[in-house]
């Protein structure tokens, strides 16, 4: 390849690069902090592929014999769900913090043709992910709301504010993902007998309430 081809080719490929790990630049050679930085920098495809190589690994070993096991889990498709929230959401616990060890919990979320889901708000330990399976799920994403449609994914980072709710005139479905595992059923219950008993909550309360399960709300 000519070399004014190779240097429009690397234009070409420039992507936009956030968050960078400090350390992870000063072992790469790229430079400062400064001169990485920062959400609007925008970086080489191989000097992202130099970073990866040096902050990316596989976690440490946590099964050491030397054959493998039959461990695995299943679950089908008309399996009944595990939790009803009053008439708006029926939750599958796909997989959870216990059974995974503490790596995951992956939630079915079926929801009616009713609005339906929390305020704004953040997580301080965990990460949550959103993918769509059926219908059209309101997303929002911290800046604004998204009608998110099957395939549509939504990553949220500790610290981010999100939230959800089916606004459309059908039912919806959606996977919903936190990283690591975390005991959210118990929360799922809380909400649940909550909505059965017609119980109202205090402000102090709700926010008592949201603290225990690492649940932030945001005005």
Request: glycine share 8%.
């Amino acid at each position: 390849m000519r070399r004014d081809a190779a240097s429009k080719l690397d234009l070409g490929l420039r992507l936009h690069w956030s968050a960078p790990d400090i350390g992870a630049i000063k072992q790469a050679g790229i430079g400062s902090p400064d001169e990485a930085n920062a959400s609007r920098r925008v970086m080489p495809l191989r000097t992202i592929h130099r970073l990866e190589r040096v902050t990316m690994s596989y976690p440490p070993p946590r099964y050491f014999k030397d054959h493998g096991i039959a461990s695995s889990t299943y679950r089908s498709a008309d399996a009944p769900p595990d939790l009803t929230i009053g008439v708006k959401s029926r939750v599958g616990y796909l997989a959870t913090g216990a059974s995974t060890d503490g790596q995951f919990g992956l939630y079915r979320w079926d929801m009616a043709a009713i609005p339906n889901g929390p305020g704004a708000h953040f997580h301080r330990t965990i990460s949550e992910s959103f993918f769509v399976l059926e219908g059209t799920v309101s997303l929002y994403n911290g800046e604004r709301w998204l009608d998110a449609t099957p395939g549509d994914f939504l990553y949220v980072p500790p610290g981010g504010v999100h939230a959800f709710s089916n606004n459309s005139d059908a039912p919806a479905s959606m996977l919903v993902l936190f990283t690591p595992g975390a005991p959210r059923e118990a929360y799922f219950r809380e909400l649940a007998e909550i909505v059965a008993s017609g119980r109202r909550l205090t402000d102090e309360e709700w926010t008592e309430l949201y603290a225990k399960h690492d649940q932030y709300a945001v005005p």
